[in-house]
């Protein structure tokens, strides 16, 4: 699994957390060793036509429909002759509209967490008459707890920001924050963060696999099935547009629930993607609907390192 993957140090944000391009060719050089890679159609005919996968087999997931895909990924894929599996919120896309999600990581890279702290704590004292809204210690004691890849503020601003406010107060938080600390204007960001349709249909075009992210990366499980069901529907518009027949979603952030299970079915996917980390022992067991996935932090990025054993946990 892979998100940001560019030349960061060289990058107008050094401090976003991703992986290095040179890392990510180095990465593909060691799986190239150790795995044996596969096509997302080949992955779905082992779940329904008996198909058997090589020994050791790998599929490459993106999520979030970053530029970087298809300036530093694809063109590298494309030259080894390796498919990759990119999963695309669409909002940006249609809208040139920055994710609440890309706020945060591009705050958090920005900004101190300190002073991050110290603005949520005065807008949240501006709010704690209104209906729904707990003190700023309440939800930190709940929600600063420490996760693989980040300490307790740092989980605690993501979790607040991601869902644990109500909305409207939640995204009027994030644009003030964003307003604040951030200074470019948000179609700008968008435009250099996201691919476009056009990037899209090209990506296809030439082998990759393109799959759902939602259209607004919500949590599915913190949303209800009415709007699940919306999310579902604007998603699959999307990938009608582009030519795409076989569905497949990556959960935003690795969160569903059994209503979303439950929609995958009746939506007629064939593959759904989690965020826990680990790997499928046996196809015939796995749910095809809850498979796990390696972040890249997981892997080597040295083509002679042995192959790690991988602590099972949620990524996300």
Same mark, same amino acid.
């Given at each position: 699994?892979?998100?940001?993957?560019?030349?960061?140090?060289?990058?107008?944000?050094?401090?976003i957390?991703?992986?290095?391009?040179?890392?990510?060719?180095?990465?593909?050089?060691?799986?190239?060793?150790?795995?044996?890679?596969?096509?997302?159609?080949?992955?779905?005919?082992?779940?329904?036509?008996?198909?058997?996968?090589?020994?050791?087999?790998?599929?490459?997931?993106?999520?979030?429909?970053?530029?970087?895909h298809?300036?530093y990924?694809?063109?590298?894929?494309?030259s080894?002759?390796?498919?990759?599996?990119?999963f695309?919120?669409?909002?940006?896309?249609l809208?040139?509209?920055?994710?609440?999600?890309?706020? *945060?990581?591009? +705050? =958090?890279?920005?900004?101190? #967490? @300190?002073?991050?702290?110290?603005?949520?704590?005065d807008? %949240?004292?501006?709010?704690k008459?209104?209906?729904?809204?707990?003190?700023?210690?309440?939800?930190?004691?709940?929600?600063?707890?420490?996760?693989?890849f980040?300490?307790?503020?740092?989980?605690? *601003?993501?979790? +607040? =920001?991601?869902?644990?406010? #109500? @909305?409207?107060?939640?995204?009027?938080?994030?644009?003030? %924050?964003?307003?604040?600390y951030?200074h470019?204007s948000?179609?700008?960001?968008?435009k250099?963060?996201y691919?476009?349709?056009?990037?899209?249909?090209?990506?296809?075009?030439?082998?990759m696999? *393109?799959?759902?992210?939602?259209?607004?990366?919500?949590w599915?499980?913190?949303?209800?099935?009415?709007e699940?069901?919306r999310?579902?529907n604007?998603?699959l518009?999307f990938?009608?547009?582009?030519?795409?027949?076989?569905?497949?979603?990556?959960?935003?952030?690795?969160?569903?629930?059994?209503k979303?299970?439950?929609?995958?079915q009746?939506?007629?996917?064939?593959?759904g993607?989690?965020?826990?980390?680990?790997?499928v022992?046996?196809?015939?067991?796995a749910?095809?609907?809850?498979?796990?996935?390696?972040d890249?932090n997981?892997?080597?990025?040295?083509?002679?390192?042995?192959?790690?054993?991988?602590?099972?946990?949620?990524?996300?």
């Amino acid at each position: 699994m892979y998100h940001y993957v560019r030349e960061i140090g060289k990058s107008r944000y050094p401090n976003i957390k991703g992986l290095e391009a040179e890392l990510f060719r180095k990465q593909l050089n060691y799986l190239n060793t150790h795995y044996s890679f596969i096509t997302m159609e080949e992955l779905i005919a082992s779940f329904e036509e008996s198909y058997d996968l090589p020994k050791n087999s790998v599929l490459l997931t993106f999520d979030d429909g970053y530029l970087d895909h298809y300036s530093y990924v694809f063109p590298l894929l494309d030259s080894m002759k390796i498919q990759g599996s990119f999963f695309i919120p669409v909002k940006p896309i249609l809208e040139s509209k920055v994710l609440d999600v890309n706020k *945060i990581h591009f +705050l =958090l890279a920005t900004t101190s #967490p @300190e002073k991050l702290l110290q603005s949520i704590k005065d807008m %949240l004292d501006g709010i704690k008459n209104e209906t729904g809204i707990q003190p700023f210690d309440e939800y930190y004691n709940t929600l600063a707890k420490p996760n693989r890849f980040d300490p307790a503020e740092i989980i605690f *601003i993501k979790r +607040l =920001l991601q869902h644990q406010l #109500p @909305e409207p107060y939640r995204s009027e938080l994030i644009d003030r %924050l964003f307003e604040a600390y951030f200074h470019i204007s948000e179609v700008t960001l968008s435009k250099e963060l996201y691919l476009t349709m056009d990037q899209c249909r090209c990506m296809a075009k030439y082998g990759m696999h *393109i799959g759902a992210h939602t259209y607004d990366h919500f949590w599915l499980n913190k949303i209800s099935e009415k709007e699940q069901v919306r999310q579902f529907n604007l998603n699959l518009d999307f990938l009608d547009n582009l030519g795409i027949a076989e569905r497949t979603m990556a959960y935003p952030f690795g969160g569903y629930n059994d209503k979303t299970l439950k929609l995958m079915q009746e939506f007629n996917f064939t593959a759904g993607f989690t965020t826990q980390a680990d790997t499928v022992k046996d196809l015939k067991t796995a749910s095809k609907f809850e498979l796990p996935r390696l972040d890249t932090n997981d892997i080597p990025k040295e083509t002679q390192r042995s192959v790690p054993k991988i602590k099972k946990t949620n990524q996300r």
